[in-house]
T-cell receptor, first 111, second 115 residues
Framework: TQLLEQSPQFLSIQEGENLTVYCNSS?????LQWYRQEPGEGPVLLVT?????EVKKLKRLTFQFGDARKDSSLHITAAQPGDTGLYLC???????????FGSGTRLLVRP | NAGVTQTPKFRILKIGQSMTLQCTQD?????MYWYRQDPGMGLKLIYY???????DKGEVPNGYNVSRSTTEDFPLRLELAAPSQTSVYFC??????????????FGPGTRLTVT
């Protein structure tokens, strides 16, 4: 069974701090996606990583796909209150169009 | 484009009642999905559709039904509502892009409480 485990479950930090959240699996994924979900809204896609070892940057967010394509990380530099939300990783189930989601990391950035 | 729209935003049902959650997308996406999200959990796939007239079960289909008569609409039907169906429901759509890139676009969700 393919599973995605995210850590930490909850993170509360001060504005300006750096942080890293993780998405791990014992299974190989053909790609992984990261979504951000704000309270009362649906998830919004941030990035898709496809190649093992790939690093993608989105302003202050850096996404990395593990060499073995079993894990991914999201690093935020100088966090801002606008980064507050639930960060979800997702990957294709059995390389199909159906996604498996992790349970998410809930981030709170305090002003 | 409005993207993916869902109605209603909130609903309270009594045990045993039925209702339909509406989902519409205007992006001409072939693939559509229904998920539920319980507190502290990720998203669980209820049903999905790869095109008009074609639907299939996801991980947690019991207690739900779907239909797909048009590309745009993918309603989710709850029959005989139970407290275990209290959740937030999200509809999503996607289009097959490059391999492994089935990125999904989500609606704003319907918060359902069954009491």
């Amino acid at each position: 069974t393919q599973l995605l485990e995210q850590s930490p479950q909850f993170l509360s930090i001060q504005e300006g701090e750096n942080l890293t959240v993780y998405c791990n699996s014992s299974s190989v994924f053909s790609s992984l996606q990261w979504y951000r979900q704000e309270p009362g809204e649906g998830p919004v896609l941030l990035v898709t990583v496809v190649t093992g070892g790939e690093v993608k940057k989105l302003k202050r967010l850096t996404f990395q796909f593990g060499d073995a394509r079993k894990d991914s990380s999201l690093h935020i530099t100088a966090a801002q209150p606008g980064d507050t939300g639930l960060y979800l990783c997702a990957g294709p189930r059995d390389s199909s169009y159906k996604l498996i989601f992790g349970s998410g990391t809930r981030l709170l950035v305090r002003p | 484009n409005a993207g993916v729209t869902q109605t209603p935003k909130f609903r309270i049902l009594k045990i045993g009642q039925s209702m339909t959650l509406q989902c519409t997308q205007d992006m001409n996406h072939n693939y559509m999905y229904w998920y539920r999200q319980d507190p502290g959990m990720g998203l669980k796939l209820i049903y999905y559709s790869v095109g008009a007239g074609i639907t299939d079960k996801g991980e947690v289909p019991n207690g739900y039904n779907v239909s797909r008569s048009t590309t745009e609409d993918f309603p989710l039907r709850l029959e005989l509502a139970a407290p275990s169906q209290t959740s937030v429901y999200f509809c999503a759509s996607s289009i097959p892009g490059a391999p492994q890139r089935y990125e999904q676009y989500f609606g704003p969700g319907t918060r359902l409480t069954v009491t």
